[in-house]
């Protein structure tokens, strides 16, 4: 995926069952909605943890032209394990 530097809107939904851990490289982002409703503050983080059905709306400011990784971890959260992962690269130009 090719993006620009501008800021990017990403609807993360998690239709699985298992919790899904949601990484973009280290980068700084905001999830400013839950489930559609505005959140009354953005949350500044790094990662975001989605349960089953959850939606989020995440902004992100892509720092500089480059590839980074976005991945998903899927955690069984009862024995403390990740049972999976997925990722793709996103190149900014």
Known sequence: M??????LLIRATNVGYQWAMVRLDGLV???IA????PLPAPIITTE????PGGRYDILLT????GQYRASVDYDNICY???LGSASTTVTVV
């Open 29 to 31: 982002f905001e999830v």
């Open 48 to 51: 975001s943890l989605i349960a």
């Open 62 to 65: 892509m720092p500089a032209s």
């Open 2 to 7: 090719s993006v620009s530097t501008s800021p």
């Open 34 to 37: 839950s489930d559609g409703r």
């Open 80 to 82: 403390s394990r990740t």
